[in-house]
């Protein structure tokens, strides 16, 4: 069902940083592989991310499980336009420790119109799950 | 099934002002309205919310939904603890335009331990729905 | 962004019942009315429902939904082909009692490759709600 | 995270079969196997199962991931008392063909109060999952 990815590590960080600065790649977030249906994406831990009890927010989570699904189909589909989200659905497990979260994704469904993954959310450095986020983006038309 | 109001609108943005500073309220949101078992949470429009094309982005829109279904929360339950969210589901329905959303929430179920509610999206003046989320919180420990 | 009703009730019950025996419209189900972006389904309580504590189970509980929200958006499209659901998201709020079920469906964006709406269930006669869902189908190629 | 099992496999077969005779072990459902943290069961195809197009409806994918999760946490924690869900997302991926169903699944939280879990869904034999599940169930109150 996989095929040959379409960017080079090098490539995808590039490319988005060029198209979707709003990622912040280098200082919000960090693409640290990608591979046949998966990537792992790492949220750089910061203030910004705390809420009360010295735990990192929903919405910091929310949206690493949004950009890690992103980059793991677009390392499949290449640079054919934009990929919107149309549906999260996230499970919160434990409350994260005040640093870098990583974000292990991996597509169980990539179709012409529909593509659906799962991220598993951890602290960096620990083994235990903290969410769980299971999303579906719709791709625009291709030529396949 | 819904109780008197735990806090008048200038009381639970005071509140929520003082032990969730995260939330900046006047600067990021704004508490609209409380009711019973309902509350209506305004998103302040910023350039951190634009994705690519204009749109805010589903990071954005997910954290106005959870601050709002913690608001229409507290308004019956009052200041008891920190109620967590366990689960949240978001379908994203419509590019919303760059400016102020609102989030329409009610909630469906008030329990000891769990709390569901809605949140219906919009853009700030326009009746169609941009997105829909489903929500529930754990609620600690209450003397009923 | 609704149009007008693409049947009326008889036709609908009609059509569901020839190309869509399963549903077991009658003895299993009943379209109780259709509308403009809406539906009204009942589920007809029998002893295969049940689960242990006497309550409906969750399973006749999602088939409501799904058929619910299938009836709404086929009243809206008409017969076209085969929508498929791809997701559905639902909380169970309450044990229902072992009657029938009420599924009230609204769709929330009907687009022309997906078509989202949410199902408030409630036992027969009561007005609380027993469940709620939110779900997705997938309608296949179309005129518009 | 885990603990040693309740149940031995022919335990939790004898011990369901007699407190839940709707899921009809032997019939419906039967239970492959039980680990840490895990369990397989699997959905016994039958002609009550299919929809148009010869494939096998969403209701029952839907019923197989709540027993197969039902399965894995009862695995865990023993005869308590009874276990409810509270909230299932399901993404359906393929037209699974009309043959048995396997429900592997994977419990990722295990906590006094809620239990998270996730399935895969599989056609008996075939490799691409046709369905995948995320779920809790709220967990009666125990000595831990």
Known sequence: MSQPLAFTLDEIRAYLAEVFPQIALGRAFE??????????VRLIFGPTHLRPGGTISGPS????????????????????????????????????????????????????RLAVGEVAIYSAGDPEMVAHATGTYSIPARGD
Do not use: C, H, W
Request: hydrophobic residues 55%.
């Open 31 to 40: 693409i640290e592989a990608i591979g046949p249906m998966s990537a792992r």
């Open 61 to 112: 989570m929310f949206a690493l499980a949004d950009v890690a699904l992103y980059v793991a189909i677009l390392a499949q589909i290449g640079p054919v336009g934009l990929a919107v989200t149309t549906n999260m659905n996230i499970n919160f497990l434990r409350k994260p420790a005040p640093r870098d979260l990583m974000g292990e994704t991996r597509l169980i469904k990539l179709g012409k």
